[in-house]
């Protein structure tokens, strides 16, 4: 079936997608391109953000880059706002920036600095860049509100603390959030991806295996799920088609 014959209300919808220079980000920012949506694109990563929405723009796609550090406030407040101008509204929040950093690193050594720095990236972006995404979303009493958690971060199974500390983290703030933002129309959910084959998780799958064979990491690497069978799930989330799903949407 073609894209544009799917999830048609996608059209001309506008969304705020954050995390987009690689991995899911990257291939959620493609897909609702090909829907037709509008999208403001976040990412810290100016050269891989710039090429992904270069990339969809030479598809036809309505897109426009946001430089976005997620754990700077100041930053992320303008960036809030300059995206909901340029869009001229919000529809959906799709947020996916995140970091892995710690696998495989033993608790009695785990370093301040880089616990501060995964939950800084993937707890902390993740309010801050809801808080003022539904400043917006509560005064227009509508929206939706996508956050990106782990079934590591929740059933456990993490090779980082930070990044299952985090993730966890980001689960329990979705729940919250639903509870409390749903009185103004607002609908939220998490997902809670499995082994994607994103540049986090190759370089993760890697280091965890770094004395084992290369034919036995390549295997390991193939596989992983593809980040576009991931989006598909987003896209689904951000449609109509999705009013009545609410919570978490756990993927292989």
């Known amino acids: 079936m073609e894209l544009k014959k799917l999830y048609k209300d996608l059209k001309n919808k506008k969304i705020i997608v ?3 220079a690689t991995g899911i ?4 920012t493609t897909r609702l391109s090909a829907y037709g949506s509008k999208i ?5 990563d100016k050269e891989n953000g710039s090429n992904t929405v270069f990339n969809a723009i030479e598809c036809g796609g309505d897109i426009k880059f946001f430089y976005t550090d997620v754990q700077n406030e100041s930053n992320v407040k303008k960036s809030i706002k300059d995206s909901i101008a340029w869009l001229n509204g919000v529809d959906v929040l799709i947020h996916t920036a995140g970091i892995l950093d710690g696998a495989n690193v033993e608790i009695s050594d785990f370093s301040e600095s880089t616990w501060d720095e995964v939950l800084g990236v993937n707890l902390k972006g993740s309010f801050l860049i809801t808080k003022y995404v539904s400043k917006f979303m509560i005064k227009q009493k509508y929206g939706a509100i996508i956050l990106t958690a782990s079934g590591a ?3 456990g199974g993490s090779s ?3 990044y299952g500390s985090s993730k966890g983290g980001v ?3 979705s729940l919250v959030l639903e509870q409390n933002l749903s009185k103004y129309g607002i609908r ?3 997902v809670l991806p499995g082994s994607v084959k994103t540049p986090l998780k190759i370089k993760n799958v890697k280091d965890t295996h770094k004395n084992d064979d290369k034919l036995s990491i390549n295997q390991r690497i193939n596989e992983l799920v593809s980040p576009d069978d991931i989006a598909k799930v987003y896209a689904f989330l951000a449609s109509e088609e999705a009013n009545m799903i609410r919570g978490s ?4």
């Open 171 to 173: 689960h329990g703030l």
């Open 188 to 190: 939220v959910n998490d």
């Open 249 to 252: 949407i756990r993927t292989r």
């Open 40 to 44: 403001a694109a976040l990412d810290i």
């Open 18 to 20: 954050t995390g987009i």
């Open 25 to 28: 980000g990257k291939s959620i």
């Open 153 to 155: 971060g929740v059933h």
């Open 160 to 162: 980082s603390y930070a």
